[in-house]
């Protein structure tokens, strides 16, 4: 991989991964209610459920999903239904010691299927696929393989990075937000931003 392309892979990285999108937004959520610790075991399932989507769009599963109408659309109601749902457990949640067992709690692999339902993240790796392991400056590429790892690494590196940056923030404010309702408020202010993430993917 060329320097250009490789300093055009890591801008666009940039910018897809730190972006706000369902996967920072429960980070913050995450360590806000439950503790950086907690939000952690998120942050790693991120990374490792991108790069098995990834390894998946460049073997052909990507085009397949966007390809097909009806596996589009299940992915894409699959991913809302499941947006929704965290939606709306997060914005009852008001209260800190309610939190570990009638509110907010994604297990390492739900977030990890969490990227398989994200048509988001299927446009990007297919993005990715097309414009970095399947081509190569213009030019078809003659070592796919290597470039897909590269991918792989890079992302795996921004998709930790950016959620546990997001985690790390909320985890700041969790003093702040103890006090009064200002959890309550917080927690309903994040489950808007998945309500509107959900509808605009509906979009897509």
Known sequence: MTAPELTALLLFCTAMSFSPGPNTTLSTALAANLGLKRALRFCFAVPTGWTLLMLG?????GALITGVPALR???TLLGVAYMLWLAWKLSKAGKMTEIDTTRLNVTFWQGVGLQFVNIKAWMLAL???????VNAAGQPSTNPGERLAIICGVMMVFAF??????????????QWLAQGQRLLWFNRALALVLVATALWMLAL
């Open 73 to 75: 659309w299940a992915v």
């Open 161 to 174: 990075t950016s959620n546990f940056a997001y985690a790390l923030i909320g985890s700041l404010l969790r």
């Open 57 to 61: 769009s460049g073997l052909g599963m």
């Open 127 to 133: 993005t990715l696929s097309a414009g970095w392991v």
